[in-house]
């Protein structure tokens, strides 16, 4: 689609990895002197921690032992889309923050867990990053997918997604093995339904593969490393993808299918760089075209 503003989304599920593609971004947005509003998926949840709390507690009394973050009924996706959509017409729209632990709810004086009131979005920015669970998603009443100008989709297989749930709940939230269990066996319904068919919907894919045992990932005692892995990159359109540069430039990497490149783990950040950077500036040389 045309815009004004580019819309750029990031979407994979909880523990798949995208915080640190989004410092990969980051890192592009600086160096190229690219004012960028970053906006995280969180902040568009419906509830805050103590009130989805409340609202799971309501739902199982309903029998409904599937409700998550990962569906639209504790999502605020009508926002999302017309925020993307007014960004992408006239660079503007309202935003907030999900306030995720004390040092982040410190400086707002609120407890952690809840959201800062939404504001307007400061004047002058280049270019919409997201970062979250549902960049393209689409539903019967909504279409986020369709107000982006370029989607990824970061998405490891599963055991090794929910090896780093597992860790980093336990590890950084204080969570039981039981309590993360049931949490991903809550979500499953959800994710089949909302986030899986959101993958087929992106320009770029990035999935990375374990060359270790995860044969039991809710026993495993680290994740496994980036030199331990391959990253398996699945363009949309491969036809404007230049194969060979980036085979030269990213050492023992080899194509599996015409539209698939697979990389060691450790350059998966190197190949992001090399793929990103374009597209970006690209983005960025298309927007003084489209005021005339």
Not at 179 to 186: F, K, N, Q, W
Request: hydrophobic share 40%; net charge negative; proline share 6%.
């Amino acid at each position: 689609m045309s815009v004004k503003h580019p819309v750029v989304a990031i979407t994979g599920s909880s523990g798949a990895g995208t915080t640190s593609v989004t410092r990969t971004f980051e890192e592009i947005f600086r160096r190229e002197g690219i004012s960028a509003v970053v906006v995280e998926g969180d902040s568009f949840h419906r509830y805050d921690r103590s009130e989805m709390k409340i609202a799971m507690a309501e739902a199982e009394q309903q029998r409904n032992t599937t409700f998550s973050h990962f569906g639209e009924d504790a999502n605020l996706l009508p926002e999302l889309e017309a925020l993307f959509r007014d960004y992408g017409e006239s660079g503007v729209g309202q935003v907030r923050k999900y306030l995720h632990d004390d040092e982040e709810a410190k400086p707002h004086g609120q407890p952690a867990g809840t959201f800062t009131p939404w504001e307007d979005l400061a004047p002058g920015s280049d270019l919409l990053f997201y970062e979250g669970l549902h960049g393209a998603a689409v539903t019967e009443g909504v279409n986020v997918a369709r107000y982006t100008d370029l989607l990824v989709g970061v998405v490891p297989i599963i055991n090794l997604e929910w090896i780093q749930k597992v860790y980093r709940d336990k590890t950084h939230r204080g969570y039981s093995s039981e309590a993360v269990i049931d949490t991903i066996l809550r979500r499953m319904p959800d994710y089949v339904k909302y986030i899986c068919p959101q993958f087929s919907r992106t320009y770029v894919n990035f999935q990375r593969v374990p060359t270790v045992d995860t044969s039991n990932p809710f026993i495993a005692r680290s994740i496994p490393t980036a030199d331990e892995s391959f990253v398996v990159i699945r363009f949309a359109d491969p036809k404007v993808i230049d194969f060979p540069y980036l085979l030269s430039m990213l050492h023992d990497s080899f194509m599996s299918r015409p539209n698939c490149i697979v990389v060691p783990g450790g350059k998966m950040e190197l190949a992001m760089q090399l793929i990103f950077t374009p597209l970006i500036l690209r983005l960025m040389d298309k927007r003084p075209k489209r005021f005339v």
